[in-house]
């Protein structure tokens, strides 16, 4: 860590010092250049503002939740959490930085077309939206992704969004 993001800490704790500071603070110097999401809100203007790097060119977010196990069929699933954005044309899984909740990169792109969501069940403090995809094989994937209760109404609002422009497609199948 370089003495500038430990002085950096230093003057935003007020103390105006040019002593070196601890090196606990080398942590939280760290912590303010990474910028810790934590609200729906700085999630949802972060994956807006950098939506041209994960989706492409022309697509709009149209909503948005966050998949807790990241376990999706098209992915060396690794359990971490990912972003489910539905777009324009498309649904993205976006993957997640540990510690700060940036996305990092794209994990898959499918149009909307080829997957349908099924209604949120009624978990208490997570609950499930289960889904079907469709790749380009034409082989059907299920999905069951696991949400914090804080998401219900984004969660909600986005399977009724894709299902929506899916003819041809059913629910998806319990199991």
């Not at 196990?69 to 972003?83: E, K, M, N």
């Not at 219900?152 to 422009?165: D, F, I, K, P, V």
Request: net charge positive; proline share 7%.
């Amino acid at each position: 860590m370089s003495g500038c993001g430990v002085y950096l800490v230093r003057d935003l704790l007020g103390d105006g010092s040019a002593d070196p500071a601890p090196a606990w603070s080398a942590v939280a110097a760290a912590a303010i250049v990474d910028r810790m999401l934590v609200s729906k809100a700085a999630i949802r203007d972060e994956l807006r503002s950098r939506l041209a790097e994960f989706a492409p060119p022309g697509e709009q977010l149209q909503g948005l939740l966050v998949d807790e196990r990241g376990q999706i069929p098209f992915v060396d699933s690794t359990g971490t959490p990912v972003y489910v954005l539905l777009t324009t044309s498309y649904v993205l899984f976006v993957g997640i930085k540990r510690f700060s909740n940036t996305p990092t990169r794209t994990l898959g792109t499918v149009p909307r077309q080829a997957i349908c969501f099924g209604p949120p069940d009624h978990g208490i403090t997570h609950f499930s939206v289960r889904a079907q995809m469709q790749d380009q094989q034409g082989r059907l994937h299920r999905i069951r992704l696991r949400i914090d209760q804080k998401w219900r109404a984004e969660a909600t609002a986005l399977t009724a969004a894709a299902s929506g422009s899916q003819p041809g497609y059913g629910a998806p199948e319990p199991g």
